[in-house]
């Protein structure tokens, strides 16, 4: 019978020949059961002999092992739309200056943890924020950021006033830092239970085109036309507008007392398609609130309910930074 230690030793080398691998992989190629291997890989991780990766496949993170880090690439298609786009750009420029981008680009870095790498730079006592491209050189890191710092300011920064340091990051700008008091108490729990949808289970949309919710004709019962005014006032706004409009709920996830992200089946004009649904009782919706709900969707279409109003602009952002998104107030 094989001992503990070469089942190890047999991952480490499965890894090293084939990685980046999901659990799943691991576990056919050695032929054991997922959860015995997963237990393996855990402990591998726990030891440093394996790495683990930030962006996942159907809730799994890839293992891989150090040497490996160039083909990490190859990941990047399994992050949702915008992120992808983000470190594309991210990979084209070598380095993006924090407080140039946009919030969704900005949120998206400091979770891109496998090819962003933030650097915090010191010129003359400010302080500024950057991110590069995990696999830049350090030289020419060093040499763009002092580029991009003289062309803005030529007068200030001197060649040895310039030092760079990678760490943790902690923005420093107040606005960031306002940004992340509204996102932190999300990311700050526990990890979220990862949803599983059926393979048979399909997202039909129009391309470029807006989806149109279509609501069921409305029924009417004798047991309907008794209610009275009091009824109709106190009935629930939330589960009136799933019985409208025939939204079937495959999964919900209470995060707070006013906010459910739902996974739901929503009948469109191209037919039934699989959405990420998210409710918040809030009386104004801002371009945060939407760019957090992006990203818990990941790669499913947004729909976002509130009992509030978007802000101006928030509104103004759904044709760019959240086109697709649906917003309705119930």
């Known amino acids: 019978m094989e001992s503990l230690s ?7 080398g499965i890894v090293k020949e084939n990685g980046p ?31 683990l990766t930030t962006v996942k496949s159907g809730g799994s993170p890839f293992y891989y092992i150090r040497g490996q880090e160039d ?24 380095i993006l200056r924090d407080r140039d981008l946009d919030n969704l680009k900005r949120f998206g870095l400091r979770q891109m943890k496998d ?30 950021i002092g ?6 300011l030529p007068k200030k920064i001197e060649d040895k006033g310039i030092k760079i340091s990678e760490e943790q990051v902690k923005a420093d700008d107040l606005k960031v830092k306002e940004e992340q008091k ?6 700050k729990q526990e990890p979220k239970k990862e949803t599983k949808i059926k393979e048979k ?4 949309t129009k391309p470029e085109a807006e989806i149109k919710i279509i609501p069921d004709e409305k029924i009417k019962t004798e047991k309907s036309e008794k209610k009275t005014g009091v009824e ?14 025939r939204i079937d709920i495959m999964d919900q996830k209470i995060i707070r007392k006013k906010e459910v992200n739902y996974i739901v089946g929503v009948n469109t004009e191209v037919g039934k398609g699989v959405f990420f649904l998210k409710y918040k009782d809030k009386g104004k919706v801002n371009e945060a609130d939407l760019s957090l709900a992006m990203h818990e969707a990941g790669k499913l279409p947004l729909i976002f309910l509130s009992t509030g109003e978007l802000t101006k602009k928030a509104r103004e952002l759904l044709g760019t930074e959240f086109k697709g998104v649906i917003f309705k107030k119930i």
């Open 182 to 187: 509204k996102l932190q108490e999300i990311y």
């Open 201 to 204: 289970a399909e997202i039909k």
């Open 115 to 144: 090819f962003a790498v933030p650097v915090k730079v010191t010129a003359n006592n400010e302080s500024d924020l950057f991110w590069k491209w995990y696999l830049s050189d350090e030289k020419e890191v060093n040499e763009l």
């Open 6 to 12: 070469a089942k190890r030793d047999r991952v480490i």
């Open 232 to 245: 109709e006032k106190n009935q629930d706004p939330l589960g009136r507008f799933f019985v409208e409009n």
């Open 147 to 152: 580029k991009n710092l003289e062309a803005r």
């Open 21 to 51: 691998l999901l659990p799943v992989t691991v576990a056919k190629k050695l032929d054991l059961n997922i959860t015995f291997a997963s237990a393996i890989l855990s402990e591998l991780v726990d030891n440093k002999s394996l790495m």
């Open 71 to 94: 083909k990490l690439q190859e990941l990047m298609k399994y992050l949702n739309g915008k992120d992808r786009e983000t470190a594309e750009l991210l990979r084209k420029e070598k």
